[in-house]
């Protein structure tokens, strides 16, 4: 069985000694706070191979596709990052 799937649009990245954590959110027009609608906790080691196999994937979609292309920067704040 596959499980259903979301859509999120901005993603918040923080982390601690003991794991990484990822929350999903969705954003919709018009309403002005965000909603968190998956959170990921991951150990360092399995965030790293996430990042791994992430860089991969996005190696052959651009062969495949073309340059994805940036269109806001990043966020930094703390040890959080808003992707």
Known sequence: MIAA?????????SH????FVLD???L????QQAKVRSRIILAPLHAKR??????????NYEQQFGEI???E???LGGNNINA
């Open 24 to 26: 999903f959110i969705q």
């Open 50 to 59: 996430v990042l791994s196999a992430l860089q991969q994937n996005i190696a």
């Open 73 to 75: 920067s990043f966020v």
């Open 5 to 13: 799937g979301i859509h999120t649009n901005p993603a918040l990245i």
């Open 69 to 71: 292309k940036e269109v």
């Open 28 to 31: 919709m027009p018009g309403v």
């Open 16 to 19: 601690s000694p003991s794991e």
